[in-house]
């Protein structure tokens, strides 16, 4: 399952109605990765969610984010990371997938797996 990183830290990003129904849906998916992980091991099925922030991808690369980031004085704290990266790529969250559904993460399930470049834990 795919959540964000809002899913795992709900700062509520700039404090609208919208970015705090934003970060609750994103806390369900955890909920619902946890009851399923909890309910399916048994069947020998593995569920777990990745959290990813700060995608490059059209969705954040356009100017009317880039014009809500200048507007905001928090924008740049919302989207900053702890590692000296921008962005979070693609194939970052496509390989952390990848590695969950192979035989080398057999024993990982119930796990939130941040890809946010440490932006998490700031």
């Given at each position: ?58 969705m954040i690369m356009n100017e009317f984010t880039a014009s809500r980031i ?10 900053a990371n702890l590692l000296p990266v921008p962005y979070v790529e693609s194939e970052d969250v496509t390989n952390a997938v990848m590695w ?23």
């Amino acid at each position: 399952m795919t959540s964000s990183a809002q899913g795992l830290v709900g700062r509520g990003g700039d404090g609208s109605a919208a970015m705090f129904a934003y970060a609750a849906a994103k806390h369900g998916v955890v909920g619902l990765m946890r009851s399923a992980a909890n309910a399916y091991a048994q069947h020998n099925i593995r569920v777990n969610t990745v959290h990813p922030t700060g995608v490059a991808t059209p969705m954040i690369m356009n100017e009317f984010t880039a014009s809500r980031i200048r507007e905001n004085p928090n924008g740049s704290r919302l989207s900053a990371n702890l590692l000296p990266v921008p962005y979070v790529e693609s194939e970052d969250v496509t390989n952390a997938v990848m590695w969950l559904v192979s035989p080398k993460s057999r024993h990982v399930t119930g796990v939130a797996l941040p890809v946010d470049a440490g932006h998490t834990v700031m």
